[in-house]
């Protein structure tokens, strides 16, 4: 069988069924390199990645491959491409499912597109959202609100960044990474990038928005104001519920 991920596409004497046939038999750790390799094959390639994309519409829930491969596409300026996407998957891959009907699709725009610090500052806005007009006007929320946040919505927040990261961002990916340290926050802001020693990460410039950031970089919590929102947010139950 060909090793897929040492091919240098596009290559005339490679067989493009052949390739698509062993691409949907890889597992998505290995399916998510072989996603820009296809893009380089040009239509053949999308069309794979529009029938891969097809194929999962029906899952429980998107995985990072559907992410890709629908990112992938929503770069490419191809009306035909363009039109798929919009028939087919208008708001994108990640169910916007809100308990309280916010509208999530900016978030999801900002994501599939990898605007990185706007996503943050619109997750900012929606958290807010969620915790009510008093946290609208001040722009930022009290670790109390948090525990009123519909796991709808957090798992919908979560989920956004998780799917178009690559599985490199999103809170879910900050709370394990959170547990493994014994629940040490003091361990975590170094390991996630938000401290340098004994100096905070100065925002914006001192972040990184792009997938070069470290795990768990994305999205950002206010942890000037101490740990007790992270503690909420990773204390929430949506992650049981939801099996993150």
Known sequence: MTDLSSLSVPDPSVDIQAFATQFFGE?????????????TFGESGWEILKEFLQSQKEAASPNLAVGKAYQTLYAIDNEAIQTFLTTHF????????SARNIDYTPLQQALVQRKFELADNLTREKLCEL????????KWIYFTEVTGFPSEDLNTVNALWWVHSEGRFGFSVQRKLWLGMGRDFVKLWPKIGWKDGNSWTKY??????DLNAPVGHLPLLNQLRGVRVADSIFSHPVWSERGW
């Open 27 to 39: 597992s998505e750790k290995n399916q998510l390199p072989l996603i820009s390799k296809l893009e």
């Open 90 to 97: 208008p708001k994108g891959v990640v169910p916007l499912a």
């Open 131 to 138: 915790a009510g007009d008093g946290a609208i006007q001040r």
């Open 204 to 209: 914006p410039r001192g972040f990184i928005w």
